[in-house]
């Protein structure tokens, strides 16, 4: 995927020309999997430049230490850091970065700084899985969730239930999920004592086995089920409210009253109809609260010390490790774009409005 | 000499100003409408006020460390922290920055998009698909994880450095909102008339186009300020802007970490930063929900 980046990335410029170009880029498909390759570049680049401009090198942290806790002579204390590492932090930053997109184009993400020997992939191969489980089946019970409950309000309106609903939803939905995550283990944890905070952190408790079984199933559903709660509580009620006032823009349809004439059952004009249409504008934003969620699960998981992405990008940021950070970059930019592409295939799927030939969806 | 020049750089503020009171005056009257809005907007009005005006009233709370972790008391309505601080003071004075912050960071984003975002849909053409092209690049940065490294890079001091980093990846939302806005809105009659009375392209875009969006642009100036709190909040809370201050992100990170959270009597120290936000966020994330149903007639309440 990588090889394509950077011919992808000097063909942008280029967009002025208009004849062949255009009806290149005029190719619906070509034109997302380029515009997604120069992402990747753009993003690659811009998350390189960044993380190297950061003050405080891991290699000048480690020298620092060696000086004040062992009192080497800084030239010593150099050498040996140097001899650790076997990179060259030193070097130029031009060189580095034709460095690292040399490596990245053969799929070397590069060893982490902070503990030599061991590679990126293999860091973020022990932490992605837990993230994405997490943050996937969250979704995915919110989607679902969310999506019935907004029909059911748009079918009871005016009810008891929309409105007790629709105040839940807008509440949940205004508390930063952070905020609501420590509000689960002030209220669960520590006011009311239901659940154990300490057994649940980490994402698997301590002697069990990863393994494909139920109880190290359950266990790991247990260790991620307030990070899922956090999720699910402040991501379904934007799928309520958005589903409610989806669905009520289709009931005014006039194809769901020409159903209605036509002697149809209710059950068929909810699903094939009116559910069916509804849920048009709630998958493009689904794959954009995918990668949203998987940015944002920084501050949820360093807040329940569950071990995924976003707690190893939070400690590679507090110990300098470039190599880390840029590889879950990388993850979280790729993730986030294969969300994009998987629901603009989706849409062309379920939406027959769409002429995928005309590509611009505004 | 002097006084021309004054005279020119007076009138577009004085313009600009004018122009967000009617903003404002229309965005209250598009609310009326909506009793929930309404209110959510007083409410709003009420908090921007008090955290204004607090700093000039509250005193700085003193450090007290034979009274930290205190409860809830008469002297103490909220209980001290861990410095044996007033914690109630600290709320009334830790909204300043947080909303000035929001404020800032949505004004300087709102800007880049109606800019881009009208220059994008009026020029079309290749500067069309730069700008949209960019926007749709930086929609898919991840923004709060980007904005943390940026964070612990550049040493936040200041509340402006804050605000504008975050709006720097804000914008591409309502960029592309503007665009098809100003795409629809550009073939009216009236943008036509005007157009064919050669009133030019400033003229049509600042006096016919963007005044029929205000309402429009307030939804997402509102909607804007509830993600930059979220991103300020979220960076004091993770420890990458400095803690000094009062603010209710600061307020929030010295409580959880502090251990706030291990003393059954300091509920109402963790807590008070965290209703304070919750009521911030939701009283604009309820004014941009009603302002939405105003805009889309099949939302509103029939009758």
Known sequence: MSTVAIPGALAAPQARAPSFLSRVFRNYYVGRLVKALVTVYLVVTISFVVIHLMPGSPVEVYIYNLISLYGIPYNDAKQQAAALFGVNVDAPMLQQYAQYLGQLLRGHLGNSLLSPGTSVASVLLAYLPWTLFS????????????????????????SALDHVLSFMGSVFHSIPNYVLGILLILVLGIQLNVINIASMRGSFSPGVVPGVNVYFFLDALRHASLPIATYVLTTIGSWMLTMKSSTTATLGEDYVTVARARGLGDWRIMTAYVGRNAIIPLVTQLAISAGFVVGGSILIETLFVYQGIGYLLNSAIAQRDYTVMQGIFLVIIVSVIVANLLADLLYGKIDPRVRIQSGSGG | MAATLTATREQPVRRLWRQATDGIRSTLSVLSYNKVGLVAAWVLAVIVIISFGAPLVVQEPSPDYANIYASPSAAHLLGTDFQGADVFSQVLRGGQTVILVGLVAAAASTFISVVFGALAAYVGGWVNTIITG????????????????????????????????????????????????????????????????????????????????????????????????YAQVGLYLLGFAPLAGDNWGIMLNLAWYRGAIFYKNSFWYIMAPIVAISVLQLTMVTMTRSLEEAFNPRLRKAG
């Open chain 1, 135 to 158: 943050v996937g089946l969250a979704l995915f019970i919110s989607f679902i969730l969310g999506v019935t409950l907004g029909m059911l309000m748009a079918y009871r309106r005016e």
């Open chain 2, 134 to 229: 960019l926007a749709d690049v930086v929609l898919t940065i991840p923004s709060f994880p980007l904005l943390v490294v940026l964070a612990a890079y550049l040493r936040l001091n200041s509340p402006i450095l804050l605000a504008l980093l975050i709006a720097a990846f804000g914008w591409p939302t309502l960029l592309l909102a503007v665009r098809g806005q100003v795409l629809s809105l550009k073939e009216r009659d009236y943008v036509e008339a005007a157009r064919s009375l050669d009133l030019g392209t400033p003229h049509i875009m600042f006096r016919e186009i963007l005044p029929n969006m205000r309402a429009y642009l307030a939804m997402y100036f509102v909607l804007s300020m509830t993600n930059a709190i």
